[in-house]
């Protein structure tokens, strides 16, 4: 089995609670989604670039597809210092490789790398088929006020219950724009407390600025959102793409 890959780097972790550990990230093509913030090529290419010397911008082109032998190969050289604390799963969204998965994460917690997925948060049946050789979940809840898509509330209650009922470390991340509807933050809340439990933690992510993405929330609203959220869960952060400040990948 084969998969396609769009790059693998070391670097920063910019997001969540595990802001600034350094990670190994394996990015895979492809994303059923469209939410309209995304700052993230989806679409498959011929070829991956992988970056052998960390913020070296300086990128070795191979082609894909790539066999899990393969990846694991690349994950070797790029963390050669063993300086990573985890391999970070991101896209597009690595759930749609479920099956590729399956075959990769074996070989990788067979050599005691630590997992950490991120996630649109929304494929269940697909977590459920991988979650074994899983560490860590970032998962998103998206709201339809945000991304312009249609709400997929149900599948995400869905996965964060796997999350729980196998007692992985998750999280929840709801990325948040100025046109944040309150009503559907709210109604996210309380079904994270009751999916997840209120010790679920929850990040609310102010969307970054950039040309397409001007909707930035102020201040003033993340801290009322913060302060509402908090009112139903007990751990609400709000945390923003901090690898953008620090300009790297
Ligand atoms: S789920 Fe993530 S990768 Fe997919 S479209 Fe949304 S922001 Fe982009």
Not at 65 to 83: G, H, M, N, S, Y
Not at 112 to 125: F, K, W
Not at 174 to 181: C, G, I, M, P, R
Request: glycine share 6%; aromatic share 8%; charged share 25%.
């Amino acid at each position: 089995m084969k998969t396609y890959l769009s790059e693998v780097f070391s670097s920063i972790q910019g997001e969540g609670p595990y802001v600034g550990e350094r990670h190994l990230f394996v990015r895979f093509s492809g994303c059923h989604r469209d939410c309209s913030f995304c700052d993230t090529p989806t679409e498959r290419t011929s070829a991956a670039r992988i970056e052998l010397i960390p913020g070296s911008g300086t990128f070795e082109t191979v082609p894909n597809p790539f066999t899990a032998e393969q990846v694991v190969e690349w994950i070797r050289k790029v963390d050669a210092q063993k300086t990573n604390r985890r391999i970070a799963l991101t896209g597009g969204e690595p759930l749609l490789q479920a099956p590729f998965l399956g075959e990769l994460l074996p070989r990788l917690c067979a050599e005691e790398y630590r997992i950490y997925l991120e996630s649109a948060g929304d494929l269940p049946q697909q977590l459920e088929s991988v979650i074994e050789w899983i560490n860590v979940v970032s998962m998103d809840v998206k709201l339809s006020s945000v991304t312009g898509e249609p709400n997929t509330f149900p599948a995400h209650w869905k996965f964060l219950k796997i999350c729980r009922d196998h007692k992985v470390d998750v999280f929840v991340k709801l990325v948040l724009s100025a046109e944040t509807d309150e009503d559907e933050l709210m109604e996210a809340a309380k079904v994270i407390l009751k999916a997840g439990g209120e010790e679920t933690v929850v990040v609310l992510q102010p969307m970054t600025r950039a040309e397409c993405n001007t909707a930035v929330p102020t201040g003033e609203l993340l801290l009322r959102w913060q302060d509402q959220v908090s009112s139903v869960l007990r751990d609400v952060r709000v945390i923003p793409q901090t690898h953008v400040m620090m300009e790297v990948l």
